[in-house]
């Protein structure tokens, strides 16, 4: 069990930082309203994409590091609270409710795990754990 808490927090957190950094500026360029210019479809895009795909990459990841599907529904999970949380404070920074916050981290922390683990579960079943 040890080695499964180890590799979601490495991974998650691996993940999480450069995910936190993405969803920062896509808020900004989102939520600024000097920038209403920019397209709203790519920023909803990359705004949907951008997590999917590292909550996949650290469920992944934790997967092969623990071989256990439960590490990568546990990075992907810390993924995304990370990043929903940091989603959510942007919204409060720009004038928003705080009651974001919560929503922010319980579904990108819901979501994160439902990715991860079906990315794990891809991993493992393929056989190639390290």
Known sequence: MRQVARAALVEGLLVGAPLAICVVLLAILGLTPSLAWIP?????????????????????????????????ALAGGLTGAVAGTLGGLMYVAFGKPALNVAVGLVLGAAAGAMVGSVAALVRLRRGLTD
């Open 40 to 72: 709203e479809v790519p920023l909803l895009a990359a705004g949907i994409l951008i997590p999917l795909t590292a909550f996949a990459l650290a469920g992944y990841r934790a997967g092969a590091r623990s071989g256990r599907t439960a590490a990568g």
